[in-house]
T-cell receptor
């Protein structure tokens, strides 16, 4: 079990640039979640997939954010035209759906927008 | 919005039991109580969960009141490595996990 891996670990970009993050879930897990976390706050839900279907998106997720999970395995989160307010830790988690599913998180991607 | 309330912070002496409370007065009958923790600069880590009965694993014990409106996470012998933010959540199948601000536990030497 290699756990959930995220890449890159850190990303520094200039305002207005596009960035893409990758998440590789635990292989047998069918659900994949994206969260965002700013300093001193708990993780904030962004979106989740069951297999390749995106089942829910937070209403807080602007149209500059898009996520994909094309083959039901790894996922990418893209942010277009980054803003300074996008600076945060982006966390990915995976789980196996069920009545008492447990999320397993990656170490996150720390984004800094200058 | 989070369906739970927790104290903002707590201290515990090393080697003593840490008891972290959580209120979830609006919990529904089929919602589980979950606890996660987050050590600085890492992703949250699953600790334990339960529905009605008390639960124990290698990390902690979970005590759920009979009316299920509150619970307590117990770390029986806290160490300095248990210093973290602890999140209590309730969740049911098909819902996404909603994190609140959690309890910042400081284990003091």
């Amino acid at each position: 079990d290699t756990g959930v891996s995220q890449d890159p670990r850190h990303k520094i970009t200039k305002r207005g640039q596009n960035v893409t993050f990758r998440c590789d879930p635990i292989s047998e897990h069918n659900r994949l979640y994206w969260y965002r976390q700013t300093l001193g706050q708990g993780p904030e839900f962004l979106t989740y997939f069951q297999n390749e279907a995106q089942l829910e998106k937070s209403r807080l997720l602007s149209d500059r954010f898009s996520a994909e999970r094309p083959k039901g395995s790894f996922s990418t989160l893209e942010i277009q035209r980054t803003e300074q307010g996008d600076s945060a830790m982006y966390l990915c988690a995976s789980s196996q759906s069920g009545g008492d599913e447990k999320l397993f998180f990656g170490s996150g991607t720390q984004l800094s927008v200058l | 919005d989070a369906k739970t309330t927790q104290p903002t912070s707590m201290d515990c002496a090393e080697g003593r039991a840490a008891n972290l409370p959580c209120n979830h007065s609006t919990i529904s009958g089929n919602e589980y109580v979950y606890w996660y923790r987050q050590i600085h600069s890492q992703g949250p880590q699953y600790i334990i969960h339960g529905l009605k009965n008390n639960e124990t694993n290698e990390m902690a014990s979970l005590i759920i009141t009979e009316d299920r409106k509150s619970s307590t996470l117990i770390l029986p012998h806290a160490t300095l490595r248990d210093t973290a933010v602890y999140y209590c959540m309730v969740n049911n199948y098909g819902q996404n996990f909603v994190f609140g601000p959690g309890t910042r536990l400081s284990v003091l030497p």
